[in-house]
């Protein structure tokens, strides 16, 4: 398999319909949450909403440069989430979220070797494979907090 493709695969594993590393997805992790429990706060974690919004906004911002734009994300801003209040307002989160990460998988499965080599916007940065690879694993990182935030709440319910 190419890299480009086995670099796709690995992204829509974590985000869309795997379940090798963690045995599930943020898609399966985040179905049956409602807006309430998105927004439930445990002590000084961050809510399921907010870091959805905070992985979504790095998918967003890597994917504007994918899609040939410039990169205008700022780390400061990446938890600046807005007020969930209804399940309407949590459902456009996670749709645009998964809508997003679709077409990142898309644009990572077509980009050649030397593409994902080539230079991400700045030396500073690294290259394409390096970037994409960073918000895998920072995914993961937060894929984790996740789950057990929904655990948690799920345990303070019953």
């Known amino acids: 398999m190419e890299s480009s493709k ?9 985000f869309l319909n795997g379940s090798w590393i963690a045995n599930t997805n943020y898609q399966e992790l985040l ?10 706060k445990i002590a000084s974690l961050n809510t399921i909403a907010v ?8 998918v967003e911002g890597v994917l504007k440069v994918l899609k040939g734009g410039s990169l205008d994300i700022r780390d ?6 807005p007020l969930i209040e209804s399940d309407e307002e ?8 998964f809508e997003n990460t679709e077409v990142f998988a898309k644009l990572i499965e077509i980009m050649s070797e030397a593409q994902l080599e080539s230079t991400f916007v700045d030396e500073k ?16 990182y937060h894929f984790g ?8 709440i799920n345990e303070k319910r019953t």
């Open 51 to 58: 870091l959805t919004f905070h992985i979504n906004y790095y």
């Open 125 to 140: 940065y690294g290259t394409y494979r390096r970037n994409i690879e960073g918000i895998i694993e920072h995914s993961y």
């Open 6 to 14: 086995q670099l796709a695969h690995r992204f829509r594993e974590l």
């Open 145 to 152: 907090q996740l789950s057990l935030i929904k655990k948690m």
């Open 76 to 81: 400061k801003y990446s938890f600046d989430a």
């Open 31 to 40: 179905s049956d949450i409602n807006w309430e429990q998105a927004t439930t």
């Open 90 to 97: 949590w459902n456009t989160l996670k749709r645009e979220f």
